[in-house]
């Protein structure tokens, strides 16, 4: 062991660099941005499966893989006292680590090079598409460190042709699946790392078709793994909710393209600007000197065939459906970096890499302390931070349930929403108001609920709007408090009810 250490020495101190420098600047303020909507679905159902394992195939019931929610629920049980919100922030921020381990591991099996590999870890450090997601609880991170991983396992499959890195491979590409269901792309661009096949040495023949056994098994043993979700009999709900963001086949056919120069519009301006410019501008770097030319095709080609299907058949979009591909474009971005450290004076590679790394670091320290303000996409941005799904007021407001609870024997409060930011985000916390009874409303009538009013005469009574800008005209409230989401119009507002008189 003393002998390990002391031959890679540097190699892990570096690693363990890395390590510090990750938790550094994924952990500080973790609870900043406020739940989001789809944060609060996932929560709440790891929340009930960390506690009744029979419904742990509840995500099904929405076509959501559950993987995610199973780390999450796991987190929920180690640390139970710990703020539900940050238990599924740390299953992000766990996927995120693995997904710079299988960045740096990736990047070494491609090009052997560990000065490649350093700089592709600091450039997942810093570019804010994985600085954001490894701190927001949704599943992209998780499945993007399974892609990686997949990746450099593909490729290390096709140099060594063994039968334990298929094993491995198929794993990580089943529990991509469990994740996500467009990990089956891992699956779909995996014959392109044939191109690192040699071709060139004897028995090459025996060692493709080899290669091709290994090809199906990696197939079968991602797919068996799968198939156990099909024990749940709403495993039909996941190709259900497939139809919600992709054409079918009649659609493309009637309507070929109808979605895709603006998609594809989007889409790119999405990247960039998650990458920043300067960091998108050293991929070019890496095609300069044709060195490694295959390598950097398979990269290459590997974003653009998942961007031009999304391009193609995809009815909605998200910043976030990119997240999956990204790692590679960091480790090409790497190797531009590497070409140019080869190429230029240090006093101008100094002034390069400040030039690279400036904007990055600056998204990265707004989203740190003013996130409404952060630069990143509009998409996310107005989805995440800026708009109604944003959950601001959402803590205060359970502190002030929380101080009813202690004044009254009992309290009734109900929500715009029978799904999502309300009313799950205070069921979460209903430990803390125990005595709160929590009502869920969609849509809202012309009236005040009979139930409420009835309680309102009993009780204090409360209601919270946040999807619509107005008030129903015959309900009687009066405003209690009203929070600004981000810098947008929307607000969440907090309303008594007034008993009839």
Do not use: C
């Amino acid at each position: 062991m003393r002998k390990l250490f002391d031959d890679h020495k540097t190699d892990l101190l570096v690693f363990g660099g890395l390590i510090l420098a990750y938790f550094l600047t994924r952990l500080p303020r973790l609870d900043l941005i406020p739940i989001f909507t789809d944060e609060a679905i996932y929560l709440r159902w790891s929340q009930i499966m960390a506690y009744d394992a029979s419904l742990r195939y509840l995500p099904l019931v929405d076509g959501k893989p559950p993987l995610f929610m199973w780390a999450t629920s796991i987190v929920l049980k180690l640390f139970p006292s710990l703020d539900p919100l940050l238990s599924l922030r740390l299953t992000s921020v766990g996927g995120g680590l693995f997904s710079m381990a299988g960045i740096i591991f990736t990047s070494y099996v491609f090009f052997r090079n560990k000065r490649i590999s350093l700089l592709a870890a600091l450039l997942y450090l810093v570019v804010p598409f994985t600085f954001f997601y490894d701190r927001f609880g949704l599943a992209d991170s998780l499945l993007a460190a399974f892609g990686v991983w997949s990746l450099g396992l593909g490729a290390l499959l096709v140099q060594s042709i063994r039968l334990d890195v298929a094993l491995i491979l198929g794993t990580a590409i089943g529990l991509g699946l469990l994740t996500k269901t467009p990990a089956l792309f891992f699956l779909v661009t995996l014959p392109l790392q044939l191109l690192l096949f040699n071709f060139k040495t004897s028995g090459w023949k025996i060692r493709l078709v080899k290669l091709f056994l290994l090809f199906l098994l990696v197939v079968i043993i991602s797919q068996a793994i799968f198939s156990i979700l099909r024990l749940f009999p709403l495993f039909h709900m996941i190709s259900q909710k497939n139809l919600e963001f992709i054409v079918t086949p009649a659609e493309f056919l009637a309507r070929p393209f109808e979605f895709f120069f603006n998609n594809l519009k989007t889409l790119l301006t999405w990247e960039v600007g998650y990458l920043t410019a300067p960091v998108a501008l050293t991929i070019a770097f890496a095609f300069l000197r044709g060195q490694a030319v295959k390598q950097n095709l398979i990269l290459a080609a590997i974003f653009l065939i998942h961007l031009l299907y999304m391009s193609t058949f995809n009815k909605s979009i998200f910043p976030r459906f990119l997240l999956t591909f990204t790692p590679g474009l960091l480790v090409l971005a790497a190797v531009g970096l590497d070409q140019m450290s080869t190429r230029l004076r240090p006093s101008l590679l100094v002034l390069v890499f400040v030039l690279v790394l400036a904007l990055p670091v600056y998204t990265d320290f707004k989203l740190l302390t003013d996130p409404p303000t952060a630069p990143i996409p509009d998409g996310d941005s107005k989805q995440y931070i800026n708009a109604w799904p944003a959950g601001y007021g959402v803590k205060e407001i359970r502190q002030f349930l929380a101080r009813e609870s202690s004044q009254y024997p009992k309290v009734t409060i109900g929500t715009e929403g029978t799904f999502g930011l309300m009313p799950y985000a205070l069921q979460l916390y209903q430990k803390d108001y125990p005595n709160v009874e929590i009502k869920d409303y969609w849509p809202l009538g012309e009236t005040v609920p009979a139930a409420l009013l009835e309680a309102s005469a009993n009780h204090p009574t409360y209601f919270i709007i946040y999807q619509r800008p107005d008030v129903p005209p015959n309900w009687k409230l009066r405003l209690v408090a009203s929070f600004q989401q981000g810098r947008s119009n929307d607000y969440l507002r907090l309303y008594q009810i007034l008993p009839e008189d």
